[in-house]
């Protein structure tokens, strides 16, 4: 078979929870790429400049990242973890709904920080499930799962399309303000719509056709309330609701026999770095007192593998914010309406590779394919700055980038875990990295590119994606270190702690008692 038995047996056994993870992940790319193709409308919804409607999206990033870092606190139980699940996407679908009734840019930005708040618990409390569930096999279902944001971000736009009006008539409109406004438009994550709407400029007063884009946003609260309802029914299932008491036997009720008869038995003296209590808030892993007694190595892999994501996450949001801005700009000079196609590219790429991915992930062991990304990534910036003036190969390298980055952050989640068996801070220190990356290199490189030129863009992307896979390399080093000090740590522990000699047997005990009378 394609996939091993084991495999179909443990999707099978815990597919309910699986399904509603990915369900989550949907809701979460559905949040992230609406932002883009209604940023114009925002803006004139809001009568705000462009100065202030920039510090909705800054509040959304910054609140993902703290809900990142603090997600890890509901993990205590199964039912804290669910309901914060269960509370975060309805979360999203009540901010979805009153987005049109934000006329206030600083009420706006509260509604994008509490969403982002929401995604954060999601991004962590999902991966954190997964791995806890599928440990060495949840690579192929780490990579399902962040198939699913591609799919949410493929989705949203085509949503708002039809009901974007890209019209705010205005006294006030410059041909600067058009400019800016376009960059925007296309450059931002997710941009998918065609540039037509672009005909009129923008200004600061109120849209005329508010209520046609409002159905965009009330189509997505509809379509994202199917997710909180799934998260209640796994609840339902696991006998958690408060209210009904009498509901179906647990999921893994009427497997725990068979689990328990593959329960394999070690004799081996544990791992040091088993006593640390993993997946948490990234807070309490740092403040876990068993953290003194292990070594650098263990702190190593955690950093290493966070920068090695900070790196390429800080790509991917860097190259569908700016690759709309460096097409139309000298030398590349494409028409407006051919570079907006760029980022569809892009983001198509990203979940087509993440889908290739699940298969790969199964036949391949992760550290191999990060190897194989972040040099795919290296060689196709490489050749962008040499083929720079190309407009083919700038749509082949954008689709070539979405497909090598798409598969790092599960790969390095699945990597570090396995190194760590599954008993360190990982993922919540993975994420939290990510989401820095993210966050602030499209702040850093975004202003060298208004600074230095457009062509900076592809210059910082490859310098970027040289550091990753220079820092894989490290990381795998440190990996090789660490196994060799836990290894030697353990060694160690059985010469200190010899095992009893057993007592002889009545038998042996007569044979040696001739043998000394002889």
Known sequence: MFIEEHILTLFKRNCQHTLTYWSLFWSFGL??????????????????????????FFSQQLCLLIGSSTGGIFQKTLFSALTALFLSAIIISVVFAIIPLCNNVLLLAVAMAVSGLAMGIIDTIANIQLVSIYQKDSAIFLQALHFF???GALVSPLIADPFI????????????????????????????????????SPHSGPVEGKASVSYAFWIMALINLPVPIAVLVLMYLEKLLPFCPNSTPRLLDKDELAMET????????????????????????????????????????????????????????VFAGFVYTYAVSAPMSLPVKMA??????????????RLVSIPLSYRFKPVHLLIINLAGVIITMLLLL??????????????????????????????????????????????????????????????????????SFLVCSMVLGCLAFILLLALILCHHIHKNLTGTSKKAAMVDNPQAPSPPTPEKAVMEQKIAVT
């Not at 193709?37 to 400049?49: A, E, F, R, V, Y």
């Not at 801070?425 to 590119?449: D, K, N, R, W, Y």
Request: include cysteine.
């Open 262 to 317: 593959h329960t394999q038995e070690s004799t081996e003296t544990p791992d040091p770095c088993a006593e640390v209590s993993g997946h948490g808030d990234l807070f309490s892993c740092c403040m876990n007192e068993n953290l003194r007694g292990l070594p650098v190595t263990f702190f190593g892999i955690h950093i290493l593998g966070g920068l090695v994501l900070l790196m390429s996450e800080g790509i991917m949001g």
């Open 165 to 200: 009006s890209g019209h705010c008539p205005s006294s006030n409109s410059t041909a600067n303000a058009t400019e800016v406004i376009q960059h925007f438009r296309y450059s931002l994550t997710a941009s998918f719509r065609s540039p037509g709407i672009l005909e009129n």
């Open 340 to 353: 907006a196609y760029l980022n569809c590219v892009f983001w198509a790429a990203v979940t087509a590779g």
């Open 149 to 151: 944001i591609g799919l």
């Open 386 to 455: 040499t083929l720079y003036t190309n407009n083919v190969f700038l749509f082949v390298g954008t689709a070539l980038v979405g497909l090598f980055l798409s598969s790092v952050f599960p790969l390095m989640l699945a990597y570090t875990e396995d190194i760590l068996d599954y008993q360190g801070c990982a993922t919540p220190v993975l994420v939290t990295f990510a989401g820095m990356g993210e966050m602030s290199m499209q702040v850093l490189i975004g202003s060298l590119i208004q600074t230095e030129g457009s062509y």
């Open 31 to 56: 949040s992230i790429a609406f932002l883009g193709p209604t940023i114009l409308d925002l803006k004139c919804q809001t009568g705000s400049t462009l100065r202030e409607i920039t510090w909705v």
